[in-house]
């Protein structure tokens, strides 16, 4: 079986990647969230609780659960090389450039001799008060003395339970991304580190780079089927990024994708990630949110020299509506359902929930929050088997069962002719 395996977003999920949540929620501050992403702190308690409710209902079905700490805590194991180096590049990724911070983080870093609790330390964020032993007396700089015991030199990762953004699996490769903010880029460490050393991972060709300087992210990107992808131009996903991808799925042998779909969606913190409002949860059945339709725009990018812009793709605008553009791709009628049935004041407040947000687990069964009620019923009336999980913790970071999932292996799905 290969390692990475994903052609669609319903063939059934055989295996996924989850992150569950840890300390990087305690270190969240009511001044420290607009800078972190949060609109306000989760309970962790409750919130490890729901997650593993989430992995256990994805476990009943049939599918792997593997957690990123732990692929990222065998990878450091394999060597020590491995680990200084992660070390290194963890501090500098930090910003922790004063020469006496990167001796001290160093020191405490390379003290702690469990793989898997170094892991979690660099996500929870490190203080100052982590690296001085404070029963001894040590040479004071003008630094130590304006410097608080609860400053942090590394700041904690809390969005990294949304295992969807950091890479997305395309067919038998990875797009490796470069991330919307600082704050976020700096939790694709881990998937760099697995996608270069971890035995399983490591030949896994990459189809774009956290080095490049576009950022993109996994919430934007739906594999349609093996030969096509949807992307989001949105808050997070550029597109010059989008532009870059194109190029890199046609340059490469062993990727199948052959069409590109540009949806450009508002840039808005309610619409971050095309995923929030644009789901696949049967082959020829969506989720949307009513919101974008007044303003979607739908562009086609396929390989081509385009004489006039001198550059290597064809990029046309797709002026239909939203199912005959789906229609024309899959070769069939496909069913639309508006989030909250397609009531105003509901679809907005369950979509802020992610109510669009749903995790398909095989075709026609889909992972949901139930605290969005009005469209899981919405879809059971439609025939969705729908599996619902707790998420009053989890949704205060602003995504659903889909961002919390980074699928790796799917099987193909028999599309009709």
Known sequence: ???????????????????????????????????????????????????????????????????????????????????????????????????????????????????????????????????????????????????????????????????????????????????????????????????????????????????????????????????IVAIGISQRTQPEAIDQLAKNYFASENCKIETILAFNIPSSRAFMHLDTVFTQIDKYTFTYHPGIMGTLQVFEITEGYDPDTFEDLIVKEINAPLDKILEKYLHHPVKLIPCAGGDKVSSEREQWNDGSNTLCIEPGVVVVYDRNNVTNDVLRREGIKVIEIHGAELSRGRGGPRCMSMPLVREAVEWEA
């Open 1 to 227: 079986m290969k390692s990475i395996n994903v052609t669609s977003e319903i063939g059934k999920l055989k295996k996924v990647l989850l992150h569950r949540p840890g300390n990087e929620l305690l270190n969240l501050t009511p001044d420290s969230l607009g800078e972190l992403l949060f609109d306000d702190i989760p309970f962790l308690p409750d919130a490890q609780k729901e997650h593993d409710e989430f992995a256990n209902a994805l476990r009943e079905n049939g599918v792997e659960v593997v957690y990123l700490e732990d692929l990222m805590a065998e990878t450091i194991a394999m060597n020590s090389g491995i680990r200084s180096k992660f070390i290194k590049q963890f501090m500098e990724e930090a910003g922790i450039y004063t020469i006496k911070y990167k001796k001290l983080v160093g020191k405490y870093l390379e003290s702690i001799e469990d793989p898997k609790e170094l892991v979690l330390k660099t996500m929870a964020g490190i203080q100052v008060g982590d690296i001085y032993d404070e029963k001894r007396d040590f040479e004071k700089t003008l630094v130590d003395l304006i410097q608080t015991p609860d400053k942090f030199l590394a700041k904690p990762m809390p969005n990294l339970y949304f295992t969807r953004d950091n890479f997305a699996s395309v067919g038998t490769g990875i797009d490796l991304h470069r991330m919307y903010s600082e704050t976020r880029n700096r939790e694709t460490i881990y998937a760099e580190y697995i996608f270069k050393y971890h035995p399983e991972y490591c030949n896994v060709e990459k189809y774009y780079d956290r080095s490049y300087d576009w950022h993109t992210e996994g919430g934007d990107l739906l594999n349609i089927n093996d030969k």
